[in-house]
């Protein structure tokens, strides 16, 4: 509680997007209840870890916070300490065993519990875990209040879960099955954000590409689109992510003629060998991959492509290895996002044999953002000279005297701050120097 008597909540949030779009739905509910952000950890009356179980290290340093916590709890017994997101999924009351600070832990199915359970928590000494998967829940996600960081941007959850158990990945045994929201509440949230002033949504579901397919009528990623391109007010559409797998060339024809869907998909393709991609459980082929980007390039010339590649996968040899840098040299993406293979228990290739040296897996890592680099630096300065439209957001970290804003293929634009230009604005702006992961360049009258 602070010196005016205000409470406070603090909350921290690892991983992904959806995690942040979760913890805008939890920072809502905290303030329904009548706290208000905390300007520091210190004064919070509450503290929430919203977190992600991906990595191992990811789970590691949860741990480390919440024994940075331990001294306030310590110093304020009252102090409410909360675990969400897909760690509490996964290890649920063994959280508590582990760290008996810990006062409640909630799956991502539970955010709507959260006020009930703050409730009764400072009314009974008792741990509180609650990590049933509902998925009846996903269909009224738009009912629960959210408080957005941005005025201008905002995440849009579609569905929630995964079908695919690629072999590496714990997601579907934490945020269990596809299960999407409606068109018709999708398309009232974003509806209401419109009226709010937002200008650029971002749909987010772990496999975009199979968005619909539970409902069994037909419904899919471009009936939603469709229905989007037609509320006013929004002015860009992003996604993410998209599956090889499940993209149609109907899907890209939707998304090409839309006038609102930013040119820029992030299609993760993680390696570019067949055999690794069949002990990944990925469902298509290198073949598959490279024809769906003929198309989409072709129906998109302006395209931005993003990926994901994993190096040190369990048998990967320097051949294979080999292939996912000529990939990158055929393919060209703008940018790629690259991961070390790291175990992850639960998962069938914790236990595949022939597992890589770390040393390994390193140097292939460092090979492949050699390459990768390279070639992002080359796409980017063919922009030199071009003017492009961009949607500010504002101040850089680093300087409040030079904003930001980014085109509708993601990539960030850095000028000199103009009077005369607003968060928000939608701006032209010619591109005077090209760098590996951005652009700096002027507002063009």
């Known amino acids: 509680m602070d010196k005016q008597g205000n409470k406070r909540y603090w909350t921290i949030t690892y991983g992904c997007q959806m995690n942040e779009a979760d913890s805008e739905k939890i920072n809502g509910q905290l303030e329904e209840l009548g706290y208000l952000p905390g300007r520091e950890m210190d004064e919070a009356d509450i503290v929430i870890l919203n977190t992600c179980s991906v990595r191992q290290n990811a789970e590691e340093k949860v741990y480390g916070k919440i024994g940075e916590i331990k001294p306030l709890k310590d110093k304020n017994p009252n102090l409410l300490i909360g675990i969400a997101g897909c760690m509490a999924q996964e290890n649920r009351r063994k959280l508590i065993q582990r760290m008996p ?145 499940d993209m149609t060339r109907e899907m890209v024809d ?23 991609l069949r002990r990944m459980n990925r469902g298509y082929t290198i073949e598959h991959f490279e024809e769906m980007v003929d198309y989409v390039r072709e129906k998109m010339p302006d395209i931005v492509l993003t990926t994901d590649l994993i190096t040190g996968f369990p048998g990967e040899t320097e051949e294979m290895h080999r292939k996912t840098l000529d990939l990158l040299k055929k393919v060209r993406f703008d940018s790629a996002y690259t991961f070390i293979y790291s175990p992850r228990k639960g998962t069938p290739a914790a236990s595949m044999e022939d597992q890589i040296p770390d040393d390994v897996k390193h140097r292939r890592l460092n090979e492949i953002m050699e390459v990768q680099n390279q070639i992002s630096l080359e796409i980017n300065r063919e922009q030199e000279g071009k003017i492009v439209t961009i949607l500010v957001e504002g101040p850089t970290r680093q300087d409040e005297n030079h904003w930001f804003g980014r085109t509708s293929g993601n990539k960030m634009v850095v000028f000199p701050k103009s009077e005369d230009v607003a968060v928000g604005d939608l701006v032209r702006a010619k591109i005077d120097t090209a760098q590996t992961w951005l652009f700096k360049g002027e507002i063009v009258r």
């Open 101 to 245: 600070i810990i006062d409640f832990v909630i799956g991502p199915y539970n955010i709507h519990d959260l006020k009930d359970i703050i409730t009764e928590k400072l009314q009974h000494e008792s741990h509180v875990v609650l990590t049933q998967m509902k998925p009846s829940r996903v269909r009224d996600y738009s009912t629960l209040k959210a408080s957005r960081k941005s005025d201008i941007f905002a995440w849009v959850p579609i569905m929630q879960g995964c079908n695919k158990f690629c072999t590496y990945c714990i997601v579907p045994y934490v945020r269990g099955r596809e299960t999407s929201r409606t068109i018709e509440d999708i398309r009232a949230e974003v509806e209401a954000l419109a009226a709010e002033g937002y200008k650029e949504i971002t749909l987010l579901g772990q496999n975009v590409n199979s968005y619909g397919l539970d409902f069994k009528d037909g419904t899919d990623f471009s009936d939603l689109i469709r229905a989007l391109d037609e509320v006013d007010g929004i002015e860009r559409v992003r996604y993410m992510t998209s599956h090889p797998r």
């Open 254 to 276: 939707v998304m090409a003629a839309s006038p609102k869907v930013a040119r820029h998909m992030h299609l993760p393709v993680q390696h570019g060998d067949n055999e690794m």
